[in-house]
């Protein structure tokens, strides 16, 4: 199982990112995916997380309204596309699947806030 995070960078506040993840190794149709950040000297916490066929998303109460998760699984990736950007929003992305009794993670992508 491997995920590939892309797309971070430095935003001015109120800005927009799209970050992809890209997963091979499992057959990404059948599993539900999820997005993640952590922020410095933070606990890792749940952004979004998105159903296997795509029908299903939830989003953290923070992000609400500012971000949307999808899935293409013709492409077998992840996007979170991030709007209205605040610089609590700093932080390190990351998505995860649960495959078998594993979680799987990717390295990360980072994310600043800041102008």
């Known amino acids: 199982v491997q995920l590939v995070e892309s797309g971070g960078g430095l935003v001015q506040p109120g800005g927009s990112l799209r970050l992809s993840c890209a997963s091979s190794?499992?057959?990404?149709?059948?599993?539900?995916l999820s997005w993640y950040r952590q922020a410095p000297g933070k606990e890792r916490e749940l952004v979004a997380g998105i159903s296997s066929a795509g029908g299903v998303t939830q989003y953290a109460d923070s992000v609400k309204g500012r971000f949307t998760i999808s899935r293409d699984n013709r492409k077998n990736t992840v996007y979170l596309q991030m709007n209205s950007l605040k610089p609590e929003d700093t932080a390190v992305y990351y998505c995860?699947?649960?495959?078998?009794?594993?979680?799987?993670w990717g390295q990360g992508t980072q994310v600043t806030v800041s102008s």
């Open positions: 190794g499992f057959t990404f149709s059948s599993y539900a």
């Open positions: 995860k699947v649960r495959h078998g009794l594993q979680n799987y």
